[in-house]
């Protein structure tokens, strides 16, 4: 837990600078946060670019990210007990959500190399 804690705390540091578009996803202070994925919220629409296109461009810089969690009234099941179930909040956060990687064997240069590629995918979107 402490290795993530650190490599979370390393994001927090590094995405500072990116705020504008990029921001970690909000946390009660009180938490004490697991940390078993680091999600991102991402203002694609002020970006210029699509979740698709900006996990393609990390993907190619070597960085592998997931789509965080399709909203619970989005599954199969949900639509089928609740049809035309509109979670507009839900739906606002997935549509900005991304993970980017997490885990107890990264090191320092690890965090640094997602945030570089990230800040490097915002500049040549500018």
């Not at 390393?10 to 990116?18: H, I, K, N, T, V």
């Not at 919220?41 to 970006?47: G, S, T």
């Not at 090191?107 to 997602?114: A, I, K, Q």
Request: charged share 20%; hydrophobic share 45%; proline share 7%.
């Amino acid at each position: 837990m402490a290795r993530r804690r650190a490599l979370a705390a390393r994001y927090d540091s590094l995405l500072a600078s990116l705020a504008n578009v990029v921001k970690p996803v909000p946390r009660l202070s009180s938490a004490d946060d697991g940390w078993h994925l680091y999600p991102v919220l991402i203002d694609f629409q002020a970006l210029g670019l699509s979740r698709a296109d900006v996990m393609m461009r990390l993907r190619d810089a070597g960085v592998g990210t997931q789509v965080h969690y399709i909203p619970v009234h989005r599954q199969p099941y949900y639509r089928a007990l609740y049809p035309g179930l509109s979670l507009p909040g839900a739906d606002a956060y997935y549509e900005r959500c991304l993970s980017l990687p997490l885990f107890p064997a990264m090191n320092d240069n690890d965090v640094d190399t997602v945030v570089n590629a990230l800040a490097g995918i915002l500049t040549d979107a500018a």
